[in-house]
């Protein structure tokens, strides 16, 4: 998790073996191992770069194939896969040629399948990565018609599975057209943001849904009374009051600009 010690590995060279290790203990116990580690070297922000992506991609791809192919099929490597998948796809924003050969490797109905399995987590981790891409690329998970699942999963017990969810819609808000942000508030996002706030033991999701919530009002930025409606409606101001006594400094100064930049916004 940390990139300058993942660098250093990187350009000791490890990159290589690692790949080929995979490939060649593909449906070896040892697989889990190298999946792991793979995993460590895509993770991490700056992430990984375009070369660097291009030569995993396959490589993860294969190994999520193999995987659905067991009998047996061992969550852990499947989570490792997707993850690594998920980091690596960001790297291919408005990359169309990398992304139409996502497209023909038929990775995403498998990735479709994994939103009703025990591997959803991972699933929603790789599509994370796609809505933070162009427009083309939010496009195609709007498209798979399972962006009311994917909020739905904004509400899950599950901690990693609830932020990754919850990252997925904040990254199609950021990224996204005005036509999609319009779609995502007309699903319920709001509400879904708003709900989130009062999750006292998740300052990471908190933050993300903050995130989402000022990307909503850049997309209402000209409505000022419809983003305060909008608010009200879901209970949102009374919960964005509550988090001023919170001892997060960064989830405080998120709710400060949040809330004081509307309000000049409505007396202005």
């Keep these: 998790d940390c990139p300058a010690f993942?660098?250093?590995v990187l350009k000791a060279g490890a990159l290589t073996p690692i790949l080929d290790e995979l490939q060649r203990y593909m449906r070896d116990n040892i697989r889990g191992t190298y999946a792991w580690?793979?995993?460590?070297?895509?993770?991490g922000?700056?992430?990984?770069n375009l070369e660097m992506a291009e030569k995993v991609f396959?490589?993860?791809a294969q190994l999520i194939y193999n995987e659905v192919e067991l009998d047996y099929r061992d969550?852990?490597?499947l989570y490792y896969a997707c993850q690594a998948l998920g980091c690596i796809i960001s790297v291919f924003a408005g990359s169309g040629d990398i992304f139409q050969n996502m497209i023909k490797t038929n990775i995403l109905p498998i990735l479709d399948t994994f939103l009703f399995t025990y591997a959803k987590g991972a699933a929603i981790a790789v599509f994370a990565g796609m809505m933070a891409g162009d427009n083309d690329q939010i496009q195609t998970v709007f498209d798979s018609n399972h962006i009311p699942k994917i909020i739905s999963f904004m509400r899950e017990e599950d901690i990693e599975l609830r932020?990754?969810?919850?990252?997925?819609?904040?990254?199609?808000?950021s990224c996204g057209s005005n036509a999609q942000a319009r779609y995502l508030i007309d699903q319920g996002c709001i509400r879904t943001y708003c709900d989130l706030l009062s999750q006292e033991n998740d300052h990471e999701t908190m933050c993300i849904a903050l995130e989402g919530l000022e990307n909503i009002f850049k997309v209402v930025e000209n409505e000022t009374i419809?983003?305060?409606?909008l608010l009200i409606e879901a209970d949102g101001l009374m919960r964005l009051q509550g988090l001023s006594n919170l001892?997060?400094?960064?989830i405080s100064e998120k709710v400060s600009n949040l809330v004081v930049k509307n309000l000049l916004m409505l007396v202005s």
Excluded: M, W, Y
């Design 226 to 229: 419809e983003r305060f409606l």
């Design 6 to 8: 993942r660098d250093i």
């Design 247 to 250: 001892s997060s400094k960064e």
């Design 45 to 48: 922000k700056p992430g990984p």
């Design 75 to 77: 969550e852990e490597i």
């Design 37 to 43: 580690a793979l995993l460590n070297l895509c993770r």
């Design 58 to 60: 396959p490589v993860v």
């Design 163 to 173: 932020k990754n969810a919850t990252k997925a819609i904040t990254n199609a808000f």
